[in-house]
């Protein structure tokens, strides 16, 4: 990060109205879930329909709560306490990630500074609350003790293991310098052994062969779409804030470039001024069939879903906020939605939002828990700003639609996770409290957690289903494979009933994969469905873990 920011009854009872509210949204209702420890880091869900919320402390200390959601007496535990930690600076517990096949064995991993010039990725075992088993992934990686450090550490569709280290405060390992791990995403087999096919394997050659991409200044986190796999990194900028999707041996441009990259470099995918926004002078405004086109007088560096104030311009019917870019044909032009009659026009200025000036986790609603237009958007904070941004997000292009302010006032936002219950929770290392966001729901529906599954083949994954508002009655709910590869099925959950008492409560569905003969990875829908309700279709994808390593998935580069 930068700066000196360094880093149901029984649910009813245990949340209280926060003392004022900060989700912008009106279609969301805020409460403070509960308040406990210092120094948030991150927040996740154990994925195996437990109910444990895990949230990471800076000095180490990783907190459980359990039983919030599905009627039990809600409790604080300590899972572990990383020792030894190094906490300088941005040191110290900064990342964590749930094995794809935690429903089975139950491994947690987290990214810990061990020293003024080691980290570590760790994992435990987390059958119960406490963690046990510490084992040591990947040690070695890089850090000078100072800010910088990274811990972005995900899995993405290929089933790796990612993670994402910044270029420890004093540009080690920026540009084409392929010795370190600074500045990179680097990747590795779960296990931490070196993959066969890293981008730039050299064998006895000096670059380092676990680099998977590099040109990042300080990517604090990173999320994995569930849709695609793909890596979503958050980057940390000196005069740009960037989102970028990283692909096999892609190169970010730090630290010659920071939206402005030339060709050969990846661009992000969101982008915002750090700390303040960006003014272009307008040339020529013109309208036609209510596509509004844009020639602005220098480079404007705006990117497809940036939102935009213009104003000033000579016929005023151009002037508008929250105008998203459509698209960008030139460096100089760029293209919006806008109806209005066609017209032509001069001067004025575009401004880009100010959300900020240090990115910081983000998360992507694969729940059903919100109306449509929520779905697959990806929520991202900033730490200055105390800001969480929504960013629709095109299912067919996976191109950003806008960009909007969602949530403000949550002292130092760190990390933002999706629930078991469909809403959204999210800390700040300013504040003791977790806060928890619900959709307004007004008609009944099924409340999925997750439309996209990914699974080992062998493995078992689960998600969770619940109902939207209270019924009349007790509701029926069906879940069964409709289609795809046979070998999935459902191991508990294919029938679930709600009451008006427990319909708030998320019930627990397991999903195994059967092992077969071939190679190959597999696809297959689940169905969630019950009578006088839309069905809910779950996407699950079969990784082939005996097949060969490969960086295209399900029609995916990675």
């Known amino acids: ?14 949340m209280v109205q926060a003392a004022q509210a900060t989700v912008i949204d009106t279609n ?39 039983g919030a959601l599905t009627g039990g007496t809600p409790t604080w535990s300590t899972f572990a306490t990383m020792s030894p930690i190094f906490t300088n600076s941005e040191c110290g517990l900064i990342g964590m990630a749930f094995d794809p096949d935690f429903a089975r064995n139950q491994l947690v991993y987290f990214f810990v500074t061990v020293s003024n010039s080691e980290q ?30 990274g811990g972005g550490v995900g899995f993405a569709a290929d089933g790796k293991l990612y993670w994402s280290i910044g270029d420890l405060g004093n540009g080690t390992g920026v540009d084409a310098n392929l010795t370190s791990l600074a500045s990179k995403v680097g990747r590795a087999n779960r296990d931490g052994s070196l993959p066969s096919d890293n981008p730039f394997d050299d064998g006895v050659g000096p670059n380092n062969d676990f680099i998977f991409a590099r040109g990042l200044r300080n990517p604090f986190t990173l999320t994995v779409q569930p849709s695609t796999g793909l890596l979503w990194v958050n980057s940390v900028g000196t005069s740009y804030e960037q989102v970028f999707v990283v692909k096999r041996g892609d190169h970010a441009g730090y630290n010659d470039f920071e939206n402005n990259q030339p060709a050969g470099f990846i661009t992000p995918k ?51 906020s929250n105008l998203y870019v459509a698209s960008v044909p030139t460096s100089t032009t760029f293209t919006a939605q806008q109806a209005g009659a066609d017209a032509t026009s001069s001067g004025g200025s575009a401004a880009t939002l100010n959300q900020g000036g240090c990115l910081t986790g983000g998360t992507f609603y694969d729940a059903t828990g919100a109306s449509a237009d929520y779905r697959g958007n990806f929520f991202y904070g900033d730490c200055n700003s105390n800001r969480i ?34 809403a959204l929770y ?13 959709f307004n729901a007004t008609v009944q529906a099924l409340v999925v957690a997750n439309q996209n599954l990914r699974a080992d083949e062998g ?63 597999d696809l297959a829908t689940v169905s969630v469905t019950s009578s006088g309700l839309p069905d809910v279709p779950i996407r699950v994808s079969v990784l082939d873990l005996n097949g060969p390593d490969s960086m295209f998935v399900y029609g995916f580069e990675i």
Do not use: C
Request: charged residues 15%.
């Open 1 to 14: 990060m930068k700066g000196a920011r360094h880093i149901p009854l029984a649910l009813t009872m245990y």
């Open 28 to 66: 969301w209702t805020e409460t403070i879930f509960s308040s406990d420890g210092s120094q948030h880091t991150g927040l996740g869900w154990a994925p195996d329909g437990s109910d444990r919320l895990f949230v990471l402390e800076k000095t180490g200390r990783v907190r459980v709560l359990g």
């Open 120 to 149: 570590q990725i760790i994992h435990y075992d987390a059958t119960t609350n406490v963690g046990t088993n510490r084992t040591v992934v990947r040690p070695g990686l890089p850090t000078v003790g100072a800010n910088h450090d």
């Open 270 to 320: 969101i982008v915002y001024r750090t700390n303040s926004s960006d003014t272009r002078t307008i040339t020529s405004a013109t309208r036609s069939g209510n596509v509004a086109s844009f020639t602005t007088s220098a480079n404007h560096g705006f990117r497809v879903g940036g939102n935009l104030t213009i104003s000033g311009v000579g016929n005023t019917s151009f002037n508008q």
């Open 389 to 422: 941004m929504r960013a629709r997000i095109d299912p067919v292009t996976n191109s950003v639609l806008s960009t909007d302010y969602w949530a403000t006032g949550i002292a130092s936002q760190v990390d933002i996770a999706v629930g078991p219950d469909g």
């Open 426 to 438: 999210y800390v700040g290392v300013g504040t003791a409290n977790v806060f928890r966001a619900a």
């Open 459 to 521: 493995g078992e994954v689960v998600t969770t289903v619940r109902l939207a508002i209270a019924p009349v009655a007790n509701v029926t709910v069906n879940v069964a494979r409709t289609a795809g590869d046979n070998d999935v099925g459902i191991v508990s959950g294919s029938t679930l009933t709600f009451t008006p008492g427990n319909w708030s409560q998320p019930q627990a569905v397991r999903i195994s994969v059967a092992t077969d003969a071939d190679l190959t990875d």
